[in-house]
């Protein structure tokens, strides 16, 4: 399985600022995605990151929230925007070679927000 | 809306005793199933999968999952536990044709010695 670094592992950030997550994969990877785990609770799809163009947002996440990006198969940065102590959460990035099959997880990014 | 339930939220075993966490998903068509865990401090990590075939798969560290479609079901079992197990399980379901993963709200084991 692929190797999966982020950065940083863990910040506490004011309201109202912004946080940019980076994702580093060892091997190019044909799907990236982002999950967030609120506290006490189960992980949730934000998006997929795709390659060259814009990133697939579930329902409840939108783009000027959580602006994604994917320059190319190894890397993906995820930005929390205008942070709000709701968005205190772990966030996670996965990867795989599709949706169905085995994705493999980084450690994750713990944020606290005051 | 598919949706991944986890009964068990919160389970305290000693070492030895047998361990069965259960699983269920509301998705009726083609499934991939799986079960990670996330040890204290540490990656999320695959345990084991079902995709197609033998219905009762085998993963790492002794652990042992069966997939029951009529019961819409994926139970985690291991024959005795160690301390080690100590863990937080998830369920994880995928249906053909989404591509979305979607996990259970996890079970948090506990193993005294």
């Known amino acids: 399985s692929a190797v999966i670094s982020q950065k940083p592992s863990r910040d506490i950030c004011q309201r109202g600022t912004s946080l940019t997550i980076q994702c580093q994969v060892d091997?190019?990877?044909?799907?990236m995605f982002w999950y967030r785990q609120q506290p006490g609770q189960s992980l949730t799809l934000i998006a997929t990151?795709?390659?060259?163009?814009?990133?697939?947002?579930e329902s409840g996440f939108v783009i000027d929230k959580f602006p994604i990006s994917r320059p190319n198969l190894t890397f993906s940065t995820l930005t929390v925007s205008n942070m709000s102590p709701e968005d205190s959460s772990i966030y996670l990035c996965?990867?795989?070679?599709?949706?169905?099959?085995?994705?493999?997880f980084g450690p994750g990014t713990r944020l606290t927000v005051l | 809306a598919q949706s991944v339930s986890q009964h068990n939220h919160h389970v305290i075993l000693s070492e030895a005793a047998s361990l069965e966490l259960g699983c269920n998903y509301s998705?009726?068509?083609?499934?991939?199933l799986f079960w990670y865990v996330q040890y204290p401090g540490q990656h999320l990590q695959l345990l084991l999968k079902?995709?197609?075939?033998?219905?009762l798969v085998k993963g790492i560290k002794g652990f042992e999952a069966e997939f029951i479609k009529s019961k819409f079901s994926f139970n985690l079992r291991k024959p005795s536990v160690q301390w080690s197990d100590t863990a937080e399980y998830f369920c994880?379901?995928?249906?053909?044709?989404?591509?979305?993963?979607?996990f259970g709200t996890g079970t948090r084991l506990q193993v005294f010695p």
């Open positions: 996965s990867v795989g070679t599709s949706g169905s099959d085995t994705q493999y």
């Open positions: 091997s190019q990877v044909t799907m």
């Open positions: 990151a795709n390659q060259g163009s814009e990133a697939t947002y």
């Open positions: 998705y009726g068509g083609t499934v991939n």
């Open positions: 079902y995709f197609s075939g033998d219905p």
């Open positions: 994880a379901v995928v249906s053909y044709g989404t591509d979305k993963l979607i």
